[in-house]
T-cell receptor, first 114, second 115 residues
Framework: SQKIEQNSEALNIQEGKTATLTCNYT??????LQWYRQDPGRGPVFLLL?????KEKRKERLKVTFDTTLKQSLFHITASQPADSATYLC?????????????FGRGTSLIVHP | DADVTQTPRNRITKTGKRIMLECSQT?????MYWYRQDPGLGLRLIYY???????NKGEISDGYSVSRQAQAKFSLSLESAIPNQTALYFC??????????????FGPGTRLTVL
């Protein structure tokens, strides 16, 4: 069966360190993968998209990698700040054609301590 | 996201009542969606609409119905609410770009409690 796996345990790190979140998937061949941020009680907000032919994408302090061999995406926040504390969701294109509604993982909570 | 609004933001109701959740958007997107989110289960798609004349069931449509009144409006109804429909409900829109990626733009959510 198809699965998207994100660590259900919260990631706790100290301010200034790099946070790394993982998204693993099985039985998919997505054309792209997206990362969203969700604050408590609010809707997810799109952060970054990476396509299957891209290894890495950056936006300010954010970096996403996509390894289609390992079936894994890593999401990095450098120089993390307490304001980065939130739940981060990965989403991927379930049919691989790049033209369908993304399927979401359950998210990983990030807590950045001052 | 102020471009996607949902009403009400919070609602407490009783089992058996009919409830309507409304979504409006000013983004000009053709595609609209309804999701529910439960702790530990993530986001699950209830219904989606690619244009005014197109309505499709998602992963968990049983017990729900929708109406696409206009490009900008998409309503979700619970005909006879039951307690396990207690959840956070999100409306979303999208407008696939040239690369056909359905980036989702979410509303602020409606917290629904069914007693």
């Amino acid at each position: 069966s198809q699965k998207i796996e994100q660590n259900s345990e919260a990631l706790n790190i100290q301010e200034g360190k790099t946070a790394t979140l993982t998204c693993n998937y099985t039985n998919y061949s997505p054309a792209y993968l997206q990362w969203y941020r969700q604050d408590p009680g609010r809707g997810p907000v799109f952060l970054l998209l990476i396509r299957e032919n891209e290894k890495e994408k950056r936006k300010e302090r954010l970096k996403v990698t996509f390894d289609t061999t390992l079936k894994q995406s890593l999401f990095h926040i450098t120089a993390s700040q307490p304001a980065d504390s939130a739940t981060y969701l990965c989403a991927l294109d379930p049919l691989g054609g790049g033209s369908y509604i993304p399927t979401f993982g359950r998210g990983t909570s990030l807590i950045v301590h001052p | 996201d102020a471009d996607v609004t949902q009403t009400p933001r919070n609602r407490i109701t009783k089992t058996g009542k009919r409830i309507m959740l409304e979504c409006s958007q000013t983004k000009g997107h053709d595609r609209m969606y309804w999701y529910r989110q439960d702790p530990g289960l993530g986001l699950r798609l209830i219904y989606y609409s690619f244009d005014v004349k197109d309505i499709n069931k998602g992963e968990i449509s049983d017990g729900y119905s929708v109406s696409r009144q206009a490009q900008a409006k998409f309503s979700l109804s619970l005909e006879s609410a039951i307690p396990n429909q207690t959840a956070l409900y999100f409306c979303a829109t999208s407008d696939p770009d040239r690369g056909s990626t359905d980036t989702q733009y979410f509303g602020p959510g409606t917290r629904l409690t069914v007693l």
